[in-house]
């Protein structure tokens, strides 16, 4: 589904990824983990398509088709979603009229009609049931006032909305108590299908115990040094990332 | 000839056909002494500093339009809130209409200045309201007191709510090559009166039309008074509004202003509180572009306790459109108590736009709370890469993060069907249709 080849990336000169490789197939589930400034959030940023982020090199191909010039909304009707680290906040725009807007361009996008109100309408409720919202969100301002927790429960309402086929989650562990982190992660695990794939980008093992990857990737300055099993989670959750560290310099 | 001369000698022409002997006439004579002798207002006049009117003054207009027109109601039925009940008050060329207009005797006057002027039962009403707090110094007030004589008239008894929405509009139909139009408006909400007016001026052709309207608005104790004005007018039309509003006791009154269209539109609004407890809105929404002209020159004054006022402007700035706030809050020093807020916010799309924002304050009593606020931006651009993230293109991205940004100023409208039909007017403004009715 998802392609990347040594994807360099930098943001005013300074190189944050430096040669990526990384292949997410359908079905599959791909976790990120690194410590703080290891390039997990530029990643998840570059995939997005943000435009402060400068690709230097490489190639981003998605089902087939390279989507490293596209524009962020080209990338969102491809089926690409970013779960943000940060939301941010819009007074004056309700979460229904945005998920309204959103699913209608992206739908205009992909040569569709407008979703009738009604199956709109019955959409927003059963979606917002199972992250179990309260109704009065979906009438409030995007993300105005929310707590952290809310905001990110929003955030994966919006991805249960839009249907990607690819989720990146950046760090929508960060922020969630217990409850909440077991309802979001139930939420993501619902939506899974032999059709899409997820992409965890996380600095604690913690959501690993909910949404179980496939495969673990560890990110440290720009690169990836080291893939295996949802095993390579729990050894870093216990030793840290230093022996990694030792590991490449003494490669 | 210039224009200012225009005026004067048409002005002789003119006076011995109305009111001649009354005291009206003698108004009339004193306006246009005035006016003779200020002319228009220049950018040396500090209250005028960023708008000039030079532009707009150079045009050969008509002052009176030599005949009559008549337009079929399904041609501008678009310029008025359709879908609701209302009384109607049309002007074509600034000669009422009574084929489109619905106006009413029963309970309340909805009517015509030109019977307030002549008739004698209006007398009292006239002498009491007509020029009383349109100051008569200005040489615009002065202008167009000289020449009153049409507008809409509304007089509402104490203890009365109109029944519907009063809606009055300005047409123009370009039958002229150039006109200069000056409505003259009163409005007087007895005690413990309701009324709501939308007030809309509109040209039909591009041929180049010029207003200078007065509106003297009078709200007795209690009584709540809703004016909206939707300033969208064709790009050859210029307007300067001059509304003067007098409180008083525990009166509410709020102005909505909208301005989306017009060459050059300034707006000088005031609001006179003479009474305690009284609360006083003023807001407005200018989205321009092009090299559209918007100027909001406001003015609060508190002249006793207990009293209350709201200023929330919003502006947005494409091309090299220059939007102009001038707010001024004077409080006397008997005012004690008075809360005054005042906020102007401002969007600049283009590098090319201007936004000239300058809140005044003179307070001269020392137990008050006023506050102001000036903000000039662009939109969030973090905020439009998580629109754009949603699949939602950048065009349509920006629009929904500009309306709302103006939607806060939207939400006090109190009639649903007009603040649908201004959700429409931005939609069109930002040339956007976006997955919910705007």
């Given amino acids: 589904m998802l392609k990347i080849k040594n994807l360099h990336a930098s943001v005013e000169d300074k190189e944050i990824l430096k040669g990526i490789n990384l292949e997410i197939n359908a079905g599959e589930v791909h976790a990120i983990m690194g410590p703080n400034g290891s390039g997990k959030s530029t990643l998840a940023s570059v995939i997005a398509g943000k435009e402060e982020f400068e690709m230097t090199e490489g190639e981003i191909i998605m089902e087939n088709e390279d989507i490293s010039e596209m524009e962020v909304d080209e990338r969102a009707h491809k089926g690409i979603f970013l779960s943000m680290q940060y939301p941010v906040e819009i007074p004056g725009v309700s979460v229904t009229n945005f998920m309204k807007t959103a699913i209608n361009e992206t739908r205009k996008a992909q040569g569709l009609e407008d979703m009738p109100a009604k199956e709109m309408l019955q959409k927003i409720r059963e979606k917002s049931e199972m992250l179990e919202m309260d109704r009065k969100f979906l009438s409030r301002s995007l993300n105005e006032g929310f707590s952290g927790g809310e905001k990110k429960r929003n955030e994966i309402f919006q991805m249960a909305m839009m249907e990607p086929k690819l989720a990146i989650l950046d760090e929508t562990d960060s922020g969630l108590d217990i409850d909440a982190l077991r309802v979001v992660s139930d939420g993501v695990n619902k939506l899974r299908t032999k059709d899409n794939a997820v992409l965890v980008i996380t600095h604690y093992q913690r959501l690993l115990n909910y949404i179980v990857p496939d495969y673990v990737h560890v990110l440290l300055d720009g690169k990836i040094v080291k893939s295996g099993g949802k095993e390579l989670a729990h050894k870093l959750e216990e030793q840290g990332y230093d022996w990694l560290k030792t590991e490449m310099k003494s490669v | ?438």
């Fill in chain 2, 1 to 438: 000839m210039s224009l200012k001369d225009k005026l004067i000698s048409s002005f002789f022409a003119f006076e011995e056909q109305v009111d001649v002997g009354s005291d009206i006439h003698t108004i009339r004579n004193k306006a246009l002494k005035n006016f003779e002798q200020k002319g228009f207002p220049t950018r040396k006049d500090e209250a005028w500093k960023y708008t000039s009117l030079n532009s707009i003054l150079k045009e050969d207009y008509s002052i009176f339009p030599k005949k009559e027109s008549t337009i079929e109601y399904r041609d501008v039925k678009k310029y008025l809130i359709h879908d609701i009940d209302a009384y109607t008050i049309v002007f074509i060329d600034g000669i009422y209409s009574s084929h489109l207009s619905q106006t009413t005797h029963d309970k309340i006057d909805a009517c015509l200045m030109s019977s307030a002027l002549d008739k004698p039962k209006y007398k009292d009403i006239m002498e009491k309201y007509f020029n009383k707090i349109a100051p008569s110094d200005d040489s615009l007030n002065s202008l167009n007191t000289a020449f009153s004589r049409e507008g809409a008239f509304i007089y509402i008894l104490k203890n009365t709510v109109a029944d519907k929405p009063i809606q009055v509009l300005n047409l123009s139909t370009g039958n002229e090559a150039a006109l200069m139009l000056q409505p003259r408006n009163l409005i007087v909400v007895g005690e413990n009166s309701h009324v709501q007016i939308i007030e809309r001026h509109q040209s039909l052709t591009e041929n180049p039309v010029f207003t200078n309207s007065v509106t003297e608005i009078f709200a007795e104790k209690r009584a709540m008074v809703d004016y909206y004005k939707i300033q969208n007018d064709n790009i050859s039309a210029s307007l300067i509004d001059n509304t003067y509003v007098e409180q008083k006791d525990e009166s509410n009154c709020s102005v909505h202003t909208f301005s989306f269209g017009g060459k050059l539109t300034r707006n000088n609004l005031n609001f006179y509180q003479k009474g305690e407890h009284i609360d006083s809105t003023m807001k407005g929404v200018t989205i321009i572009e092009g090299k559209q002209h918007v100027d909001h020159n406001t003015l609060v004054h508190h002249a006793q306790p207990n009293c209350e006022s709201h200023q929330d402007y919003k502006g947005i700035y494409d091309d090299k459109a220059v939007g102009v706030f001038n707010g001024k809050v004077y409080v006397e020093k008997e005012a004690q108590k008075i809360n005054a807020y005042q906020s102007n916010n401002n969007i600049l799309v283009s590098d090319k736009a201007t936004i000239n924002s300058k809140p005044q304050l003179e307070i001269f009593a020392d137990d008050v709370q006023c506050s102001h606020g000036c903000t000039i931006g662009q939109l969030d651009e973090e905020a439009l890469f998580y629109l754009k993230s949603r699949g939602i293109p950048a065009k349509e991205a920006r629009a929904l993060l500009m309306y709302a940004f103006a939607n806060n100023v939207l939400e006090s409208v109190k009639i649903p069907e007009l603040k649908k039909r201004i959700n429409k007017l931005i939609a069109n403004k930002l040339n956007v249709n976006l997955g919910f009715d705007l």
